[in-house]
């Protein structure tokens, strides 16, 4: 069992419950983006999602769950290139049933700091929001 502590109370959470969720998210998100596959990110966004950030141009970008997996259609996969798998969880910050992630992704040919927020649904853990900066790999 684990304990999260907070100012004004400790809030008990099951380590088998929820963290296992949330990495299963996590991964089918990486291996949607490396193989550029819409359809297996779409299982895993809720449907009002959206996709805020910062490309290539450093203008802000608003996208729409369904202008989001538009665009990733677009994309050549990253495996199918034979680029290598570079994806990685730097932070996990959950409470109850809403979580927040914190991910790095290299994806044509930048690097991507998204910050995922999940919520828990009757059909598992799905990505809520997604926020991103990402930089041109020197």
Same mark, same amino acid.
């Given at each position: 069992?684990?304990?999260?502590?907070?100012?004004?109370?400790?809030?008990?959470?099951?380590?088998?419950?929820?963290?296992?969720?949330?990495?299963?998210?996590?991964?089918?998100?990486?291996?949607?983006?490396?193989?550029?596959?819409? &359809?297996?990110?779409?299982?895993?966004?809720?449907?009002?999602?959206?996709?805020?950030?910062?490309?290539?141009?450093?203008?802000?970008?608003?996208?729409?769950?369904?202008?989001?997996?538009?665009?990733?259609?677009?994309?050549?996969?990253?495996?199918?290139?034979?680029?290598?798998?570079?994806?990685?969880?730097?932070?996990?910050?959950?409470?109850?049933? &809403?979580?927040?992630?914190?991910?790095?992704?290299?994806?044509?040919?930048?690097?991507?700091?998204?910050?995922?927020?999940?919520?828990?649904?009757?059909?598992?853990?799905?990505?809520? &929001?997604?926020?991103?900066?990402?930089?041109?790999?020197?």
């Amino acid at each position: 069992r684990i304990t999260v502590k907070t100012p004004t109370r400790e809030l008990p959470m099951s380590d088998e419950t929820n963290l296992k969720g949330i990495f299963e998210t996590v991964k089918i998100y990486f291996d949607g983006m490396y193989r550029s596959d819409s &359809a297996l990110l779409g299982r895993i966004f809720h449907p009002q999602a959206s996709v805020i950030g910062y490309g290539s141009d450093g203008e802000l970008k608003t996208m729409t769950l369904d202008d989001f997996l538009t665009f990733v259609d677009t994309v050549p996969s990253p495996e199918a290139a034979g680029i290598e798998f570079d994806m990685s969880v730097l932070s996990v910050d959950r409470s109850g049933k &809403a979580a927040a992630v914190k991910v790095h992704d290299y994806y044509i040919g930048r690097d991507f700091i998204d910050y995922l927020h999940l919520a828990e649904t009757d059909s598992g853990w799905k990505i809520t &929001a997604k926020a991103f900066h990402s930089d041109a790999r020197e």
